[in-house]
């Protein structure tokens, strides 16, 4: 299992802030991740929408797509930083 | 020394707590960042910060101990607020110390750039014309890309 988050618009989009899923294939990247998640639903299709700036990060460090997630990672994705 | 706290935070006090530590600091800069009542034209009412728990913390320490690094810096602070804050409250407190001015002003400048595009925050606004996600700015990338 992954424990996914989404923060910010991610998660107004999605409805949800958190969940856990099954790893859907062993040496999974992060792209094979969204393009899973966009074709869940209509949130997540706007959430993951082509052209939207979502960035990610697996074990609470900034990841790129082509990283691959391991069984019992934490995924995390949302928009750019605007703290400060 | 980072915190992220819900409430308040005083400069003085923030201040005082710094230079009781150590009597080697020549230089002590400090930035505050504040919430303002408006943005691009429209009014805002409300800022809300939200951020990823165990993430923030780790940029932020990470952020601090590079700045204490590349500038010897004696001291520092770091402290951002998080939840609703009002026009006018007070969001982020960042401290450099040093023996001389140079270090300081460099230190704390670095910080405050950095934590702008490096630290897991996001701001929503809210106000007459409705609920609005601040966008990342490229004066901020560009901020931050200066210290590169």
């Not at chain 2, 230089?27 to 993430?55: I, K, N, W």
């Not at chain 2, 990470?62 to 026009?87: C, M, N, Q, W, Y």
């Amino acid at each position: 299992m992954i424990k996914v988050l989404y923060f910010a618009r991610l998660r107004e989009d999605i409805g949800t802030d958190e969940e856990d899923l099954p790893l859907p294939k062993s040496g999974m990247t992060i792209a094979e991740l969204k393009a899973d998640l966009r074709a869940r639903g209509e949130g997540y299709a706007q959430a993951f929408e082509k052209g939207r700036m979502v960035q990610v990060a697996i074990n609470q460090a900034r990841a790129s797509v082509d990283d691959i997630i391991t069984d019992g990672d934490e995924v995390a994705f949302f928009p750019p930083f605007t703290g400060g | 020394m980072i915190r992220i706290q819900t409430g308040p935070f005083d400069l003085g006090t923030e201040l005082a707590a710094l230079k009781a530590s150590r009597t080697d600091i020549g230089a002590l800069v400090s930035f505050t960042g504040a919430v303002r009542d408006h943005t691009a034209g429209r009014d805002v009412a409300q800022l809300t910060l939200e951020h990823y728990p165990g993430m923030t913390e780790k940029a932020l320490a990470d952020i601090e101990a590079d700045a204490i690094k590349r500038f010897d810096l004696t001291a520092s602070l770091i402290v951002h607020r998080i939840g609703p804050l009002r026009p006018g409250e007070d969001i982020v407190l960042v401290i450099a110390a040093a023996a001389h001015r140079d270090a300081a002003f460099d230190g704390a400048r670095f910080m405050i750039d950095t934590l702008k595009t490096d630290a897991p925050f996001w701001k929503k606004e809210s106000g007459s014309s409705g609920e609005d996600w601040v966008a990342a700015r490229a004066e901020d990338d560009a901020a931050r890309a200066r210290w590169r």
